[in-house]
């Protein structure tokens, strides 16, 4: 229909601007029946591009053949004003003269009958009529601005953008709930471990103070005894210093032990491809035992008594020679024990525990119990007077390669250091 009014008004105006007579031109206005009016004004065909459109590119295009139809009468109906105003003019100039021609009296047929009644009136009509139309090309803008809106966002797809921008927005929340819990944990985590570690660390502080009193317990650096009360193979102390190459040795110290059968082993030494460098030894029923280079030398001791009692050994690769001293008397002498075999260096010095490979392999049944102090060795042999005066008490002389002091000698397995008596309370006790 919109585009059918368009036609016609387009086709009005032109027919109109053909008949606009030329300067100097007369016209006689005629009536034209009714009928007459539409036959002459045929409906130009609407041609259709690409084949059948679907109903909003056909409203569109309506519409943009109204906009164009409203911008033609525009220009055309200025153009006409102007062509009626001066039409206006020449029928009035031509009826005055025709009056004064013929009189008034004259008879014959007036054709100023037929002509407008007023041209101005004529105007106005087109301007509402262009103006209906424009209202209604509004009016058509904005049904297809909310037909294309609603046909690009249905209610259907609308809804499930909605719900699917609900459930993103909970699974946000939920994770941001998620992140704050494990903050949380990681918080309990870190105050925890920080709790550990200050607990760990005040532990260690105060086994350090207890070490640090232990020490200052001690009357003097060697006044200490390392106790070994059970027959296991995994309680011993180490002296932390090697022995150098040695030609001849003494080796003197305090134990008290009331192990049955056999003491142990107080002392082993062991070096690389030999095991029994130096080993004193009391195993079973055996008599204690002295090996040097895995040979065997027979003491003539007995220190089982649970008392505390003063060992001297002495040795030198010279013939093999060695003694036997028992609180400061010797008790046995011997010779071609290892004669001519220099103690090797390098090698690990155990307390408590006999050695099948350097530092390790101990086997219980070979082990120690009981209490050891005052372990020296010297690079000599001793004459038996300096041995006398180290076992009666009446003098203090620390060994020149191996002294008995507390920084030298370190525990293992449940093995202690504790002060040790007096040199005259372990005579007191024999």
């Known amino acids: 229909m919109l585009a059918l009014l368009a036609a016609i008004v387009v086709l009005a105006v032109a027919a109109g601007a053909q008949d606009s007579p030329a300067p100097g031109s007369r016209f006689v206005c005629t009536a034209l029946p009714q009928e007459a009016v539409h036959a002459g004004c045929p409906l130009p065909a609407m041609p259709m591009q690409g084949g059948a459109l679907s109903p909003e590119e056909e409203l569109r295009a309506a519409v943009l053949q109204l906009r164009e139809t409203v911008v033609q009468q525009k220009e055309t109906l200025g153009a006409q004003r102007e062509a009626i105003r001066e039409l206006t003019g020449k029928l009035r100039c031509e009826g005055l003269a025709g009056g004064k021609a013929r009189g008034t009296g004259a008879t014959g047929k007036d054709t100023m009958g037929d002509l407008p009644r007023d041209p101005g009136h004529v105007v106005e009509q087109l301007s509402r009529s262009l103006q209906t139309l424009k209202d209604r090309l509004e009016s058509l803008e904005h049904q297809l601005r909310a037909n294309v809106s609603n046909a690009g966002l249905p209610g259907d797809f609308r809804e499930v953008l909605q719900q699917r921008l609900g459930e993103l927005e909970r699974q946000l929340l939920r994770k941001v709930a998620e992140l704050e819990d494990e903050k949380s944990l990681l918080h309990n985590e870190t105050s925890a471990h920080r709790q550990k570690t200050e607990s760990t660390l005040n532990a260690l502080l ?90 065997v030398a027979q003491l003539p001791l007995f220190v089982s008594d649970g008392k505390w009692h003063h060992i001297c050994v002495t040795w030198t690769t010279r013939d093999g020679m060695w003694e036997a001293f028992q609180d400061g008397e010797k008790l046995g002498t011997g010779e071609n024990l290892a004669p001519w075999h220099p103690i090797k260096p390098g090698g690990v010095l155990i307390l408590g525990q006999e050695q099948d490979t350097v530092g390790g392999r101990f086997d219980a049944t070979q082990a120690f119990v009981g209490e050891l102090s005052q372990f020296n060795i010297w690079d000599r042999v001793l004459r038996a007077q300096e041995i006398v005066n180290i076992a009666n008490c009446s003098t203090n002389m620390p060994g020149n390669i191996i002294p008995w002091v507390d920084n030298n000698v370190d525990v293992f397995g449940g093995a202690s250091k504790w002060p040790v008596e007096t040199c005259e309370e372990r005579l007191l006790d024999l």
Not at 219 to 226: G, R
Not at 237 to 248: D, M, N, S, V
């Open 206 to 295: 105060q086994r350090v103070t207890e070490l640090e009193r232990g020490n200052s317990a001690f009357k003097s650096p060697d006044a200490f005894k390392v106790s070994l009360p059970l027959r296991t193979n995994y309680l011993y102390g180490k002296i932390k210093k090697t022995l150098p190459e040695l030609y001849a040795f003494t080796i003197c110290l305090w134990l008290r032990s009331s192990a049955s059968p056999g003491i142990g082993t107080p002392f082993s030494y062991a070096v690389p491809g030999q095991a029994n460098e130096i080993v004193l030894i009391e195993w079973g029923n055996n008599p204690i035992e002295l090996l040097i280079n895995d040979k």
